[in-house]
């Protein structure tokens, strides 16, 4: 095979073997190494497997497609990583029986969290920050600009565990990033797996996000800034005690709360599960934190087993937003946080705004009551459904009136508060996700 220059892509059969390449009528894959940019198409084939060498950068005008059931290893030695750059493309479009997968190249039962980078992608859609564009966390690019409409391809049955390398404190790569990145890009069937960072965050853009589950992240399930506009649906966060943070931490710019495009992300359909034992460890802190100006629709949310709060509304310029309506939560179950709502005082001049009395008693339809999931807190065989039957959830049976999306094309109307509804059909993450632990 052609060995290309080393600022281009080096793919190169090597004898090693990887720990986890599965065999293929008794014979280990070939392991392919990726090395450096790739400047022009190429395809991930299954019939190999691929070792990540270092920062792998796809840059413009390249498309990386990779075919369902590829498996991609990032090198712990060298912090593998992948980075879509501006202007290039990744197809990656696997299926329920054959998803792709992106992991750790080290031994089964020695895999951790951060034993690689993770997945970046860059686009060209707005952000808030000063000048238009940022470089990404970790030296993977830059990204911003002003193409809403900007596409990075498509993210489908995409798996990505034990990543989120630490280059530094604060310095942490993310399960994926989605950096600056358009609404025309796909993204739908995602899981990040014991991710040492954040699992899924948005650095502005107005990306899209459907059916994606975030298991075990250290930091935050979800995370958005610096101005993310985008559409969410259907979203998990499963949080394990031994490290974790919050379900969801939102800003809209930490620098200038009041920066503008403002986030405001439009989601309905979650399901947030602390851990509110110690068990595991004693950490796993707010379901949502919400801070930093961020403004947001978040609708049909299931939120429990938090040990500091459900909601926290932080700065004076969030409980603005969420005082004139421009932050909303709406038709969401709130029931074994500690509190459910977050008493702390807004820093304006009118300190009797707290999170419980927004939340409670000025967003409608909010209850705090059993959602009766069937199985939220088990790490290895979880089951996110809430009940139905003769004795259902609050979630399915009328009691917390659920919120009808936006007729728009992205979002699904459907009769159930929280990520998935009460029948073995609706249990979107079967046949494809892990809750391995190592």
Not at 99 to 123: C, H, K, Y
Not at 238 to 244: L, N, T
Not at 382 to 398: E, M, Q
């Amino acid at each position: 095979m052609r060995i290309i220059t080393s600022s281009a892509v080096l793919l190169t059969a090597i004898a090693a073997v990887v720990w986890q390449s599965q065999p293929v009528e008794g014979q280990a894959k070939p392991i392919v190494r990726l090395q450096g940019s790739i400047t022009s198409n190429q395809t991930l084939t299954a019939d190999n497997d691929y070792l990540l060498v270092g920062a792998v950068f796809v840059r413009p005008p390249a498309t990386l497609t990779i075919e369902p059931g590829t498996t991609i290893y990032g090198e712990q030695a060298s912090n593998g990583t992948l980075v879509i750059s501006r202007g290039a493309r990744i197809e990656a479009e696997g299926t329920r029986t054959r998803p792709i997968v992106f992991t750790s190249d080290q031994e089964p039962g020695t895999r951790a969290r951060a034993d690689w980078g993770g997945l970046i992608i860059n686009g060209f859609a707005p952000l808030n920050v000063p000048g238009g564009t940022a470089l990404g966390e970790g030296d993977t690019g830059r990204y911003g600009g002003n193409r809403p409409n900007d596409n990075s391809g498509t993210l489908r049955f995409v798996r990505v565990e034990f990543a989120g390398t630490e280059f530094s404190p604060d310095n942490e790569l993310n399960g994926i990033a989605f950096q600056g990145v358009g609404n025309q890009t796909t993204a739908e069937f995602l899981q990040v797996h014991f991710n040492k960072d954040d699992g899924v965050e948005f650095f502005g853009g107005t990306a899209n996000l459907r059916f994606t589950l975030v298991t075990f992240a250290a930091d935050d399930s979800f995370d958005w800034t610096d101005g993310w506009t985008g559409k969410g649906q259907f979203w998990i966060a499963h949080q394990r005690g031994d490290d974790a943070n919050n379900g969801f931490e939102s800003d809209n710019n930490g620098e200038n709360n009041n920066l503008s495009p403002r986030s405001n992300p439009t989601i309905y359909n979650i399901t947030l599960i602390g851990d509110p034992t110690t068990r595991a460890g004693s950490e796993s802190d707010n379901g949502m934190l919400l801070r930093a100006g961020t403004g947001g629709t978040i609708a049909n949310a299931i939120v429990m087993g938090f040990k500091e709060s459900g909601v926290n509304i932080d700065d004076a310029a969030t409980f603005t937003q969420a005082g004139n309506g421009t932050l909303r939560i709406t038709s969401s179950i709130f029931f074994r946080n500690n509190p459910n709502f977050s008493n702390d005082a807004s820093d304006t001049p009118r300190p009797s705004s707290t999170t419980a009395t927004l939340v409670q008693s000025r967003m409608p339809n909010n209850r705090v009551v059993n959602p009766k999931i069937r199985v939220p807190f088990n790490y290895q065989n979880p089951d996110y459904r809430p009940r139905g039957g003769n004795n259902p959830s609050a979630a399915v049976d009328g009691r917390v009136r659920v919120a009808v999306p936006p007729n728009d094309g992205f979002f699904q109307a459907v009769t159930f508060i929280g990520a998935m509804g009460p029948e073995e059909a609706d249990d979107w993450t079967d046949g494809w996700t892990t809750y391995e632990q190592n």
